[in-house]
């Protein structure tokens, strides 16, 4: 059997539960402007606490997310303050700050900061979102994936192992985290990828269906 390919995508939407085929539906939710840490297309999200930027979006994969509080292979929704998964990130609108044009992108790196739009007097970018708390996804794992990790006890983080997030061209570079028992991270295994390419659960890197964890979604 050839080895999996070895490139972390982040989370990207495969057929909801059940099998239907994904919409692709996105909602919007606001990103403000001077991010410290980047969200990159296919990064799962939720909202701020405690950093005076409350309720705006955030990357959940970086060891410290923009709220400061700790992500990637730490997130726990048994941590102080911590918030649900709303989804996974699919791009943005903002109004550029040096050519004041309106900007569709598949990311936004920190420090990008936004200039206002006139039609609704905000600076505030736009993040659109996965939010169907029925979508399952696909995601490079970082170990072999046993039968065991499929029980129901047992759910693992998404991590990049970074600080402030890693990407390339904008796409998440994320991989699932597989380690842990708890029903207190952000995904569930529920089986392989049907990928020959990269279905060796043996072995690292093979890609994995994953579900949003009931107890990490914030749509529970």
């Known amino acids: 059997m050839a080895a999996n390919q070895t490139e972390g995508f982040g989370f990207r939407q495969a057929p909801t539960v059940g099998s239907t085929p994904a919409t692709g539906g996105q909602a919007e939710y ?7 840490v980047g969200i990159f297309q296919n990064n799962p ?6 950093a005076g930027d409350d309720g705006y979006l955030q990357d959940t994969t970086a060891g410290t997310m923009d709220d400061g509080i700790t992500g990637g292979a730490g997130w726990s929704t048994g941590t102080s303050n911590i918030q649900p998964i709303i989804g996974v990130f ?13 900007t569709f992108a598949n990311h936004i ?10 039609n ?17 996804y696909t995601c ?7 039968q065991a990790d499929l029980i129901n006890t ?5 991590t990049d192992g970074a600080t402030v997030g890693t990407q390339y061209e904008g796409q998440s570079t994320v991989k699932l985290n597989v380690t842990g028992t ?9 089986r392989t990828a049907n990928d020959p390419a990269n279905n060796d659960a043996t072995a690292i890197n093979s890609n994995q269906i994953v579900q949003i964890m009931p107890a990490a979604s914030i749509s529970n």
């Open 109 to 118: 790196l920190a420090s990008t900061t936004f200039a206002k739009d006139y």
């Open 182 to 190: 708890s029903a207190t991270r952000m995904f569930r295994v529920v």
């Open 154 to 158: 047992k759910s693992f983080n998404s």
């Open 120 to 136: 609704t007097g905000s600076d505030d970018g736009i993040g659109l979102v996965n939010d169907n708390p029925m979508q399952e």
């Open 90 to 102: 699919n791009g943005a609108f903002y109004i550029n700050a040096s050519t004041k044009k309106p």
């Open 30 to 36: 606001k990103i403000k402007s001077g991010l410290g």
């Open 45 to 50: 999200v939720s909202h701020q606490h405690t």
């Open 140 to 146: 490079k794992a970082d170990a072999a994936v046993t």
